[in-house]
């Protein structure tokens, strides 16, 4: 079972931008099309960007479309967020996970890393 390690959060103000990683511990992780979720307190987690498995398609939730970014590097084990133009709203334990499906807001398994925090003042 791949490992992951999600890293990059912090705290930024409204419009400041973040880049995040989510790094795996082994190359089988370039087979999975994978995606990025968030939750924020109190709310369930959320689907955010899905990348494929060879890195030629992506999609987004409509909250981030043209804001956030999601690529990945296979020589590196290793998927990205880039985020701009960050508002309040963004706040939440960001993680990352392999999708179900190509086409799915869902992940396909049901364990998840420690995420990492990101935090935007207004």
């Known amino acids: 079972q791949v490992q992951l390690v999600e890293s990059g959060g912090g705290l930024v103000q409204a419009g400041g931008s973040l880049r995040l990683s989510c790094a795996a511990s082994?190359?089988?992780?370039?087979?999975?099309?994978m995606g990025w979720f968030r939750q924020a307190p109190e709310k369930e987690r959320e689907f955010v960007a899905a990348?494929?498995?060879?890195?030629?398609?992506?999609y987004y939730a409509d909250s981030v479309k043209g804001r956030f970014t999601i690529s990945r590097d296979s020589a590196k084990n290793t998927v990205y967020l880039q985020m701009n133009s960050l508002k309040p709203e963004d706040t939440a334990v960001y993680y990352c996970?392999?999708?179900?499906?190509?086409?799915?807001?869902?992940?396909?398994?049901?364990?998840w890393g420690q995420g990492t925090q990101v935090t935007v003042s207004s």
């Open positions: 996970n392999p999708l179900q499906t190509w086409g799915a807001r869902t992940p396909a398994y049901d364990y």
């Open positions: 082994e190359p089988t992780f370039n087979n999975y099309n």
């Open positions: 990348i494929r498995w060879s890195g030629d398609s992506t």
